[in-house]
């Protein structure tokens, strides 16, 4: 902004110059519009920056499974899952089911929930820990996270794993669309038999011994007649596995659990109609 000053000389002719009066008119330029600050348009850029993570955070989440979810907050818990469910995905974020863990004192390092690996302990003998490798190195092939994985998708949403104090825990479980066995009975569906077959071919990897356990959902009225089918349920996957090539002295163990092992909240879905296969750890 500047100022103009602009001088005019009043009078009558040059004869009057001596009694000359001087005016003085003082004109205001405004260079440009000016502006009213800008103060506003940063606190609206950072609420948009804020929102677009908001919503990318909440894209993420949306894109990922429920295991992978619960792997990702085992990741910032406090303690060292002794008992952890994979979700079949063992890779960056090792499916886990919240529902299926007991919490213990810190052991390994958090990078454990993440990979799937179960921690060692302090001093463990060299036995032990190539014990725990063998079985890890069944869980990544079963989940489809080794180069010579011999699991596809519709083998793959049938099977979880879990690393336990006793050993590789595979769980295989109904889906609505496809059973374990056929409805009431105790015979396998071919899907099943493929699994077992599979499983079979892949715990050859170690001699390690086997315990085999049936699961059923909670229904009413079935209490004495749940008993005898999962025990017959088990006695059909040993069957299984020892024609697909298991030695029978690896079967070390095959139990019916009736409905009183659920492994959901809800007793009654049929998430809970099914079978676990157990590689156990050398001693058990």
Do not use: C
């Not at 089911?97 to 060692?120: K, L, N």
């Not at 669309?177 to 569906?189: E, I, M, S, Y």
């Not at 139990?255 to 079978?275: C, E, K, M, Y």
Request: net charge neutral; charged share 15%; proline share 4%.
């Amino acid at each position: 902004m500047h100022v103009s000053l602009t001088l005019q000389f009043g009078g009558v002719g040059m004869a009057q110059t001596g009694n000359q009066r001087i005016i003085i008119k003082r004109k205001k330029v405004v260079a440009g519009g000016g502006h009213h600050g800008g103060a506003w348009k940063v606190a609206y850029a950072d609420f948009v920056t804020a929102m677009m993570a908001f919503f990318l955070l909440m894209w993420i989440i949306n894109s990922i499974t429920e295991e992978q979810r619960d792997g990702l907050a085992n990741f910032f818990a406090t303690g060292t899952p002794v008992s952890t469910v994979s979700g079949g995905a063992d890779g960056m974020f090792g499916g886990r089911d919240s529902q299926s863990q007991q919490v213990g004192p810190a052991v390994g390092s958090g990078m454990d929930y993440i990979t799937g690996r179960m921690p060692t302990a302090r001093g463990a003998s060299a036995a032990q820990s190539s014990d725990i490798l063998a079985l890890e190195d069944i869980a990544r092939v079963l989940s489809g996270q080794s180069g010579e994985s011999l699991v596809d998708d519709a083998i793959q949403r049938h099977i979880i794993t879990r690393m336990t104090d006793e050993g590789l825990v595979i769980e295989v479980f109904s889906t609505p669309d496809a059973p374990v066995f056929q409805p009431g009975g105790t015979v396998l569906t071919p899907l099943s038999l493929a699994i077992i077959q599979m499983i079979a071919s892949v715990a050859a990897q170690v001699e390690n011994g086997i315990a085999v356990a049936a699961h059923l959902p909670q229904q009413a009225g079935t209490d004495q007649g749940a008993w005898a089918l999962t025990a017959a349920r088990a006695d059909t996957i040993r069957a299984a596995l020892e024609g697909a090539g298991v030695a029978p002295v690896r079967l070390r163990r095959v139990t019916g659990h009736a409905d009183r092992s659920p492994i959901t909240l809800d007793p009654t879905v049929q998430r809970n109609d099914r079978v676990e296969i157990t590689v156990l750890r050398n001693g058990r």
